[in-house]
């Protein structure tokens, strides 16, 4: 079993920034793949923004390109997701997520809400 602790996100104004924090906790962590953040926007289908790999190797969804960065700390199995230069659009439910096997975990989601 895992589980996937999100904290971070809030509000904040277009230009600014904000990192939102996940921490993997429970049994044989070391089967996890890949961590990543997904976000969800009212109507709007859940999307990929970035994903790291326990490697190291990262993809980003092209709209958050030269503005998010994302990052993991494997003592801590811990994945943040720094977030700079912020826009409306951006505003969303964001879910950690860990790849361990063949399995999908979720986080409980943090709301991130950028104001114009």
């Known amino acids: 079993?895992?589980?996937?602790?999100?904290?971070?996100?809030?509000?904040?104004?277009?230009?600014?920034?904000?990192?939102?924090?996940?921490?993997?906790?429970?049994?044989?962590?070391?089967?996890i793949v890949a961590m990543g953040w997904y976000r969800q926007a009212p109507g709007k289908q859940r999307e990929?923004?970035?994903?790291?790999t326990s490697g190291g190797s990262t993809n980003y969804v092209d709209s958050v390109k030269g503005r998010f960065t994302i990052?993991?700390?494997?003592?801590?199995?811990?994945v943040y997701l720094e977030m700079?230069?912020?826009?409306?659009?951006?505003?969303?439910?964001?879910y950690c997520y860990a790849l361990r096997g063949s399995r999908l975990v979720w986080g409980q989601g943090?709301?991130?809400t950028v104001s114009s």
């Open 1 to 31: 079993q895992v589980q996937l602790e999100e904290s971070g996100g809030g509000l904040v104004q277009a230009g600014g920034s904000l990192r939102v924090s996940c921490a993997a906790s429970g049994s044989m962590l070391f089967l």
């Open 110 to 112: 943090t709301q991130v």
């Open 71 to 78: 990052s993991r700390d494997g003592a801590k199995n811990t």
């Open 48 to 52: 990929l923004v970035a994903s790291i």
């Open 84 to 94: 700079n230069r912020l826009e409306p659009e951006d505003t969303a439910v964001y």
